[in-house]
């Protein structure tokens, strides 16, 4: 089972800044996929940033300029540095990852508590 632990989170001000963390562990033979969501109340869980293998990065038209995601692949861990935070980037902001394991690919793993993130005006 893999188990997937996001930290970080907190109350931030209009302008401030969060990094938050995320450690994947269990059993694994590596990490393809890194990802960032993000879930408002009442709102559907988005992504907000993804990093590959090889450190290719996407991001959502709203985290575009203000958010970074990295990762060190020897901690299985990857981070999201925000800036220039907004009201509405408040959230739970939780991550996934693809991997593979005995052979197999998987494209997501068990969702862990996620972080919450408040951004006030």
């Known amino acids: 089972q893999v188990q997937l632990v996001e930290s970080g989170g907190g109350l931030v001000q209009t302008g401030g800044s969060l990094r938050l963390s995320c450690s994947a562990s269990?059993?694994?033979?590596?990490?393809?996929?890194m990802d960032w969501y993000r879930q408002a109340p009442g709102k559907q869980r988005d992504m907000v940033a993804t990093?590959?293998?090889?450190?290719?990065?996407n991001y959502a038209d709203s985290a575009k300029g203000r958010f970074t995601i990295s990762r060190d692949n020897a901690k299985n861990t990857v981070y999201l540095q925000m800036n220039s935070l907004k009201p509405e980037d408040t959230a739970v902001y939780y991550c996934?990852?693809?991997?593979?394991?005995?052979?197999?690919?998987?494209?997501?793993?068990?969702w862990g508590q996620g972080t919450q993130v408040t951004v006030s005006s």
């Open positions: 996934n990852i693809g991997f593979s394991r005995g052979g197999k690919n998987y494209a997501l793993a068990p």
């Open positions: 269990g059993t694994v033979d590596s990490i393809n996929r």
């Open positions: 990093i590959t293998g090889s450190g290719t990065t």
